[in-house]
């Protein structure tokens, strides 16, 4: 059973912007480190951007620093993952988790293995 519900995603052209969302009414977010995640046909899932509890700690991919943005609501039970100057490679189905965290600033993690709870992934194609 999905227990964190994705939303946003879609078609848009080279340099163009979407912006994700991850929430759940099943648990309250705010002691969970969100990450988010993709995968491209034939390649592994890989770590996009993660951001920790309080929302004072984000991390990114190379590939994507300076152009995505983590942030999340915790009073909202909802993260975000806003995509700026979108690429072709950029390409792939977009997951959303999360992983407890013992400390509520606890540094966030983009080892995908690490996360407990998934979303049912959104697919992200950038073409002209």
């Known amino acids: 059973q999905t227990r964190l519900v994705q939303s946003g995603g879609g078609v848009v052209q080279p340099g163009g912007s979407l912006k994700l969302s991850c929430s759940t009414s099943?648990?309250?977010?705010?002691?969970?480190?969100i990450g988010w995640f993709r995968q491209a046909p034939g390649k592994e899932r890989e770590g996009v951007a993660c951001?920790?509890?309080?929302?004072?700690?984000?991390d990114y991919s190379p590939s994507v620093k300076g152009r995505f943005t983590i942030s999340r609501d915790n009073a909202n039970n909802t993260g975000y993952l806003q995509m700026n100057s979108l690429k072709p490679e950029d390409t792939a189905i977009y997951y959303c988790?999360?992983?407890?965290?013992?400390?509520?600033?606890?540094?966030?993690?983009?080892?995908?293995?690490?996360?407990?709870?998934w979303g049912q992934g959104t697919q992200v194609t950038v073409s002209s």
């Open positions: 099943k648990f309250a977010l705010d002691f969970y480190a």
């Open positions: 988790a999360v992983l407890y965290s013992t400390t509520y600033n606890q540094a966030p993690s983009l080892r995908p293995w690490e996360y407990t709870y």
């Open positions: 951001i920790s509890p309080s929302g004072d700690d984000t």
